[in-house]
Each structure stands twice: as C-alpha cells, then as structure tokens.
C-alpha cells in the first residue's frame, strides 16, 4: 500500500501526476493546493511519498514538506517543478524533476521509493 500526497496548485499537473502514479501503484493520492492545506491533509492521512511543487499559491511545498517531515519523520519526496533550484530547504530522502515531467522518469522515481 503506498498513500501519496501530491502537494501541487495546478488542477492539470495534479491530475496528471495522481493518473500516473496510480498506474504506477499509488492506491490513494490526495491532492493539497497550499502550504497549509499540505500539512492538514498529512495530518489526517499520513502519506508514504509527497510529490511537491515548489511555489505554491500560498506558502512554499518545501516547506510544506519540512513541515509535515517534523511531525511525521522523513518520507521520501518528489520535487516535480520549474524552479528545480529553489528547492530550499530540501527534504533529505528526495527527488527532483524538472517541468515539463518526464513521465517514464516519474514512473520509475516513484516506483524506487515506494518499494
């Protein structure tokens, strides 16, 4: 079982990447648009792989990440952004992929960290 929260403000990139990673094996995804909405919905479904882009509309996904890593301990986390460089401060178990997202290299990040 491998619950993922994507952590993403774009409704087409989320639904993007929740369509591949369950046909990657995901078997539950929940999609946060803001910083604090990230942290809830950890809080209420601990995931076992965040997906993050890092600007959000409000707040930061790393920081997001930082946030729900200090209560939940480290998970493994994908950075899926534009702005590979502002990925600060960075998760230490993590990924990053540049937009435009390679889906192959999606696929195969994910299925080294959920297994």
């Known amino acids: 079982m491998c619950h993922v929260l994507i952590i993403e403000d774009e409704p087409s990139i989320a639904l993007l990447i929740e369509m591949v990673l369950e046909e990657a094996g995901a078997t539950s995804c929940d999609v946060a648009v ?3 909405d990230a ?3 950890a809080r209420a479904h601990p995931p076992h792989v965040i997906t993050s882009d890092v600007r959000l509309i409000e707040g930061t996904g790393p920081l997001a990440v930082a946030a729900i890593c200090s209560e939940l301990g480290q998970l493994p986390v994908i950075y899926i952004t ?3 460089d502002a990925c ?5 178990a993590s990924a990053i992929i540049a937009k435009p997202i390679p889906i192959t290299t999606l696929i195969r990040t ?3 960290l959920c297994n």
């Open 34 to 36: 803001t910083q604090d």
């Open 82 to 84: 534009a702005n590979p």
């Open 88 to 92: 600060e401060p960075r998760a230490e």
């Open 110 to 112: 994910f299925s080294n």
């Open 39 to 41: 942290i809830a919905a």
